[in-house]
């Protein structure tokens, strides 16, 4: 890589970034973390005074008995919806979301108008009020804007709620059994509980006034579901962001200067990312929110001298909104200016497999086995093509987008940190793509066309894989054959280096299976191998040793330790491996002739032929 890296922030002076983030003190702000954890714990205790009797009459009865709704069938109720609603809030308190401080103001006060009128509690009143009042003192630390947000989150609330209070509900059913009338079956309860979400009396019955406690629980709970739902569902609607065409056009003129830094520099120009530019415009950094992630890809794009903007207005975004600030896949360059600009840390995640085109050779007894599977599928009658997409016919390239989706190996698109999401778009004329074609007595739906690679470039004498796509019904070795082919005809591009596949743990899996490894180290790999019947990390990482690559190590960067299986979970979902959606099945899909996302580098059923 060329260029010097930063020594110091360029927007700060003296003082770096990390002198900086230790000066401001502790993230996140303690106000908000311990208003939201008493937020919870009120509405938890809320919750279990509203639904056991025997629970105002234990030890916590001192505490219970000035929570909103310790006796009474309205004060059930009203205990049940605080106890909910304040734990739906407490998560974005925690955060410092405005909206959800908006809405605790709002929502103690009422809680203890409702106190002093049903149980003229001075005490609790108080209690409300001793909440309250960190709230406005500590105002100016709820400050985070909203997430994006789309109408899935109506039903995604609506099935997580449904599930909880049907849950809840049953609880409430079965929490008094001295006045209990009969032996109600488990179906007769859950009955009871439905037809009380909706208002109306069910089959179970009960001695006294414990039968309009139950009813007003129920209808409580029903009735928090319902004002939730339509929320969400009439909120105005602030989809995730996208790559606008100036932003597009910008980011372009960044990696034909600089784009030869970073392998996985093109991928920033996934349309379903966002972006933050430096001040002076010179470096930028394209992320996606999930699940309250703030998730970088790659290294910032652009002169490494201007990185330094970039990252500060990204971390100035991230806590704009509270998100959790993650960098996945960065270069070792990459990773000590993220982790000295901002005071994150990095975790090696495993390593890039990068040929040198002018040191590929299939002599040697090294290459044996390639070589050998190549001249066996050559023999079989198998033929490949390399051209750049902007050489393909229009006729042609909609052939391969479609075969394309057709063979990706699962219903999920995959892919983010390292896919492009598309094949054949006229503004990615630069792309590489290798075929494999076979001539057939009875041709299929894309004629002679077996498998597929497709390559982005990398700056301008180099590529990088984005996606292997093959025939399920063509001969094994398929993408060694078009790996080969794209190795071979590279020269003829001007195309002097190939990045591969990403193995991930790569190091471990090398050095765990050589004499002498330490018996943490074999566990280690004992447990990658495991996991590797999933996730395919093993496979990938020898599939990628067939070339006698190099290897280039690739980081993560996080705040906090605690904040990996967040992080972990989050790039997940990004890369495809978690689907919260629900998909339409595939027959209900319209076919377009579109160029259609193609988002995953390499599909785990073409690395098990392999």
Not at 73 to 90: D, E, I, K, M, N
Not at 198 to 216: H, I, K, L, M, R
Not at 273 to 278: I, P, R, T, Y
Not at 565 to 575: D, H, I, K, T
Request: hydrophobic letters at 45%.
């Amino acid at each position: 890589m060329s260029g010097a890296v930063p020594q110091r922030s360029s927007r700060t002076g003296q003082l770096p970034s990390r002198v900086r983030h230790l000066l401001r003190g502790p993230r996140p702000e303690a106000v908000p973390l311990i208003v939201g954890r008493a937020c919870a714990l009120v509405g938890l205790l809320d919750i279990a005074a509203g639904v056991f009797p025997r629970f105002r009459h234990s030890r916590m009865h001192a505490i219970a008995e000035v929570l909103p709704g310790s006796t009474g069938p309205f004060a059930a109720a009203l205990s049940l919806s605080a106890g909910v609603l304040l734990l739906l809030l407490a998560h974005g308190l925690k955060r410092g979301k405005r909206r959800a401080w908006r809405a605790a103001v709002v929502l103690l006060p009422a809680g203890a108008v409702a106190q002093f009128t049903y149980r003229h509690s001075l005490v609790g009143v108080l209690i409300s009020l001793a909440l309250l009042a960190p709230l406005l003192r500590h105002r100016d630390q709820f400050t985070a804007l909203p997430d994006p947000r789309s109408r899935w989150r109506a039903l995604a609330n609506f099935v997580l709620m449904g599930a909880g209070s049907l849950a809840l509900g049953l609880i409430i059913v079965s929490a008094h059994p001295n006045t209990l009338v009969g032996d109600p079956s488990l179906v007769d309860r859950i009955t009871h509980v439905l037809y009380g979400l909706f208002g109306f009396e069910g089959p179970v019955d009960y001695q006294g006034n414990t039968s309009w406690t139950v009813a007003f629980s129920l209808g409580a709970l029903g009735w928090i579901t319902a004002v939730t739902t339509i929320y969400f569902a009439f909120r105005p609607e602030h989809p995730a962001a996208r790559l606008t065409e100036d932003d597009e056009a910008r980011l372009r003129a960044l990696l034909a200067k600089h784009g030869g830094r970073d392998s996985l520099g093109h991928f920033a120009l996934r349309r379903d990312k966002a972006v933050v530019f430096s001040p002076s415009g010179k470096a930028a950094v394209t992320y996606r929110v999930v699940s309250g992630v703030m998730l970088a890809s790659g290294d910032p794009i652009g002169d490494v001298e201007a990185w330094p903007g970039a990252i500060e207005r990204f971390m100035d975004e991230a806590k704009a909104h509270s998100w959790t600030p993650a960098v996945m896949g960065c270069s070792e360059t990459g990773a000590e200016v993220w982790t000295r600009e901002t005071g994150l840390d990095a975790l090696e995640l495993g390593d890039e497999a990068v040929v040198d085109v002018p040191d590929f050779s299939l002599a040697g007894r090294a290459m044996r086995n390639v070589r050998q599977m190549v001249k066996r599928i050559e023999r079989a009658g198998y033929e490949t093509r390399v051209r750049r997409v902007r050489d393909l016919g229009e006729t042609e390239l909609d052939r391969i987008r479609r075969a394309a989706d057709d063979w990706r190996g699962t219903d999920t698109e995959r892919g983010f940190s390292m896919a492009l999401g598309r094949v054949g778009d006229p503004a990615d004329g630069d792309c590489l793509v290798a075929t494999a074609h076979k001539a057939d007595e009875e041709p299929g739906e894309y004629g002679d066309l077996k498998a597929i690679l497709h390559f982005v470039p990398w700056g301008t004498d180099g590529v990088s894989l984005d996606l292997m796509r093959r025939d399920r019904s063509a001969d094994p070795g398929m993408n060694e054959l078009l790996i080969v082919a794209a190795l071979q005809a590279a020269p003829k591009f001007g195309i002097a280096r190939v990045s591969l596949n990403f193995a991930m743990f790569r190091s471990a899996l090398a050095r765990g299976e050589k004499i002498g490894a330490g018996p943490v180290l074999r566990a280690w790999r004992g447990l990658l191998v495991f996991l590797s019947r999933w996730f395919q990390i093993e496979s990938l990482y020898k599939f990628n040793a067939k070339f006698r690559p190099r290897w280039e190590p690739r980081f993560v960067v996080y705040r906090a330790s605690a904040d990996l299986p967040r992080l972990g979970f989050a790039a997940m979902q990004a890369e495809g491996f978690v689907n919260l959606a629900l998909p339409l099945p595939r027959f209900l899909r319209r076919r377009t002739n579109a160029p259609r996302p193609c988002p995953h580098r390499v599909a785990e059923r073409d690395v098990q032929a392999a």
